[in-house]
């Protein structure tokens, strides 16, 4: 981070991440954010050093519906099973795939929007038609489309959820691009002969992040959620293995009269967007040098 | 190079844009030729085609017709490697200092920018003795190497307009009304740096403007556009001296002046707004405005030297 820059010395500087980090870590709520999601991180990550993942999957009939209590602190679930350890360990699957999707469908969404708003004609029309077509299925079906053509999987399954979140992306992407595009500083960086990708990456991704970024970290939450969908249907995420939508989907049968069911692993998502979110406004904020240092 | 070989000409070129009315033409049968170290100042009014033709003769457009001339070779026959020649040879320079620079990037980086995509330095050092060499030249103090553009004024955003333009040594820009965001003061500034640079380093300009009293004070030759055509060219104090074109004449009847013995000159105002420019009728466009219109003016009108060096398109003027 303490990089000189490239300008020889001439006035001592951060480079641009020192720039960005310092930016970031005046914003408290992004700084929130990144603890909470790190510490959630660790909790799931660590999970096997102090939780035995029998306690995920061995059902104790005679022990169900406990409230939390000091033995099972968050409580049992119908099966007796102990609602901390799944929700420990269904963190892992939530949080990683959740996170994998909207990273890869926003990679995907940037180059694809990125090529249909710099380039426009024929080139728009075949990627947005192809969007348009994708955005027509609803994003379930299409994920189960993909499963169905890739077969099982959690690596599969990912790819098909980013497939279904792609289209909003890349409708998004495109949108900020066009705005970009007949600016002068692109005329000035295709004077002087920069290739379309350099153009595309360097000077209009840069500047037309801000929506792009706010809408992926509000995504997570629909994403842990599309999870759940098709683990119900079968696909990917099968019982007993738990993750925090198909404990939820699982358990939701009982919230009236158990509601800790419903609000423990609710909140484990609320807090995981959330956190994501507030990273992402802090991130939009950090990486524009128009905000006040 | 000879003195008279021109560095920089167009031949016939012409832009049209088709939009849902018909066909725009926005710059029209253009013949013009800079020598090097020279200035030739375009002027005319608003969405006359003057930018158009600017972009056209850099490729950031592609004409119509016609062809543009880079030390006598084609340069729209370029193609792949061939076109860094160009790229390193021609650049330009923005009317909007606000919008020409990139907002995520440093105004080091801004600067290096060129010079990176042409590969013209081989380290990091190197790039910052050069970018340290052009914020100097352009007179942009070195604390400013860090900044970014929404925390310098526009004057100052200009000059780092021009020193992204001489990153890769150019030996012709294109001004596209580098001034007329600027306060008049901040404008001299930018005016003079540019002199001094062509006197310094032997660019030519083709400068866009439609400010008479900006095109007096930089141009060695003044080209007058009209519509997209070129209704009038001379060499400049020629074309103050000696308006020969209607509509030079009431264009230079409108600068104002401070001259008070002058106070109550006869002006010539136009009337009227400029005709459709989408599928114009042959013949002169400034006839359904100009005082002096007859039936004549129906035919299509050609540029025609009058005197050495001084070209009229219309048929009254004969020299």
């Not at chain 1, 001592?12 to 510490?39: D, E, H, P, T, Y």
């Not at chain 1, 792609?166 to 495109?174: C, K």
């Not at chain 2, 400013?144 to 890769?168: C, I, K, S, W």
């Not at chain 2, 466009?285 to 005197?307: G, H, I, M, S």
């Amino acid at each position: 981070m303490k990089k000189r820059r490239k300008n020889g010395g001439a006035v001592s500087g951060r480079s641009v991440w020192g720039l960005v980090w310092f930016r970031f870590k005046k914003n408290k709520l992004a700084m929130a954010g990144l603890f909470v999601l790190i510490f959630i991180m660790l909790a799931v990550l660590l999970a096997p050093l102090y939780v035995d993942y029998q306690a995920v999957v061995s059902q104790k009939i005679t022990n169900r519906f406990k409230a939390p209590n000091a033995t099972n602190w968050f409580g049992t679930d119908q099966f007796g099973r102990d609602l901390f350890a799944r929700v420990v360990y269904g963190g892992r699957i939530s949080l990683f795939v959740g996170l994998a999707v909207i990273m890869l469908s926003f990679v995907a969404g940037c180059i694809l929007g990125g090529l249909a708003g710099y380039f426009g004609g024929v080139v728009d029309q075949v990627i947005m038609r192809i969007v348009d077509m994708f955005m027509a299925i609803p994003a379930i079906l299409l994920s189960m489309a993909v499963v169905a053509a890739l077969g099982n999987g959690t690596g599969k399954m990912l790819i098909a959820l980013a497939v279904a979140q792609t289209p909003r992306f890349t409708r998004i992407v495109r949108s900020s691009i066009m705005g970009l595009r007949n600016q002068e500083f692109i005329e000035a960086a295709k004077c002087y002969g920069s290739s379309s990708a350099r153009i595309i990456f360097k000077h209009l991704l840069p500047n037309g992040m801000g929506p792009v970024i706010v809408s992926t970290t509000l995504t997570l939450g629909q994403v842990i959620i599309n999870i759940a969908s098709l683990g119900f249907l079968g696909i990917g995420v099968a019982s007993p293995t738990p993750e925090w939508g198909t404990i939820l989907s699982e358990t939701k049968a009982f919230i009236r009269y158990y509601p800790y069911l419903g609000l423990i692993p609710g909140a484990c998502i609320a807090l995981s967007v959330m956190a994501v979110n507030f990273i992402g406004d802090g991130l939009r904020d950090a990486l524009d040098p128009r905000m006040k240092n | 190079m000879s003195e008279n070989r021109p560095l920089v000409e167009t031949r016939n070129l012409c832009k049209y844009f088709d939009t849902p009315r018909g066909q725009l033409h926005a710059v029209e049968e253009v013949n013009l030729s800079i020598k090097a170290g020279e200035t030739l100042g375009v002027v005319g009014e608003s969405g006359c085609g003057k930018s158009t033709l600017g972009r056209v003769i850099l490729r950031l457009i592609p004409p119509t017709r016609g062809e543009v001339y880079y030390e006598g070779e084609n340069i729209l026959e370029y193609r792949g490697k061939q076109l860094k020649k160009m790229h390193v040879n021609m650049q330009m320079i923005f009317q909007d200092p606000f919008t020409s620079l990139n907002p995520r990037l440093s105004i080091s980086n801004i600067i290096a920018e060129p010079m990176k995509v042409c590969g013209l330095v081989r380290n990091r050092r190197e790039m910052a003795e050069r970018v340290r060499e052009l914020m100097e030249v352009c007179g942009l103090p070195a604390r400013y190497v860090n900044t970014y553009p929404h925390e310098l004024d526009g004057g100052r955003r200009q000059r780092v307009g021009l020193a992204r333009a001489l990153a890769v040594d150019p030996k012709f820009i294109v001004c596209d009304e580098p001034v007329s965001a600027l306060d008049v003061s901040i404008q001299a500034q930018i005016l003079n740096l540019l002199m001094d640079l062509q006197e310094q380093k032997g660019v030519s300009y083709l400068f866009i403007t439609h400010d008479l009293c900006v095109v007096r004070h930089i141009s060695h030759q003044i080209m007058v556009m009209y519509m997209g055509q070129v209704v009038e060219f001379a060499e400049k104090n020629e074309l103050f001296k000696n308006p020969l074109h209607p509509y030079t004449k009431a264009l230079l009847s409108a600068i104002p002046t401070i001259d008070l013995s002058r106070r109550n000159r006869e002006r010539q105002l136009l009337r009227g707004e400029v005709a459709n420019p989408i599928n114009p009728k042959p013949g002169c466009r400034f006839a359904p405005r100009c005082a002096y219109a007859a039936q004549e003016c129906l035919e299509p009108q050609t540029l025609r030297e009058v005197a050495p060096g001084h070209k009229v398109a219309c048929w009254r003027c004969q020299g």
